[in-house]
């Protein structure tokens, strides 16, 4: 069987989203007084990271509240896998309690992450609102009833195809691809 892996968003193409993203973000939460940003562990958290570095730097808004959320756990088939999943770590150092919480993840898929994202910030307390924010969404391949807020790109791939994002700070590069295996 042949593989492909075809390049869906450039350096340049992933800029332009964050920014237009940052953008959204201001337009639906002004001065981000209620507001907390969690990445979702493992993939959320570079992007997470990198819209604060943008907000903060680009827009001079500060302080918003990060904390990254492993939802190991949590998760449906976490007893389902024939060799164990690995945990990754929770950091969340504030009340989530009456707060505006933004989960930010980098593909939404079937959903399944977000549920679980759902179930274990409850731990944290009891969120006014949860928005949710991804890079890309596959459209045509949730198993849940969860949609993006927020998105950076709509994708739709098919059969065994899976949606990859790279970062410079992990894999050395910034780039999207529809890997084929």
Request: one cysteine or more.
């Amino acid at each position: 069987m042949n593989t492909y892996k075809k390049q869906i968003l450039t350096e340049n193409e992933i800029k332009i989203m964050l920014h237009r993203l940052a953008c959204e973000l201001i337009e639906n939460h002004s001065d981000f007084a209620n507001t907390v940003f969690i990445g979702i562990q493992p993939r959320g958290t570079s992007l997470a990271k990198r819209l604060l570095e943008l907000l903060t730097t680009e827009y001079r808004i500060t302080n918003i509240p990060f904390g990254i959320l492993d939802i190991t756990f949590f998760r449906d088939d976490f007893r389902r896998n024939a060799r164990p999943l690995e945990a990754n770590s929770t950091a969340i150092d504030f009340i989530v309690e009456d707060k505006k919480v933004v989960f930010i993840d980098d593909v939404l898929y079937t959903g399944r992450s977000i549920r679980a994202a759902l179930s274990a910030i409850q731990s944290f307390g009891r969120p006014a609102e949860i928005e949710l924010l991804v890079l890309i969404d596959r459209r045509f391949s949730r198993h849940l009833p969860i949609q993006p807020d927020y998105s950076g790109k709509q994708v739709d791939a098919i059969n065994q195809e899976r949606v990859v994002v790279h970062w410079k700070e992990k894999e050395g590069e910034d780039a999207v691809y529809v890997i084929d295996k």
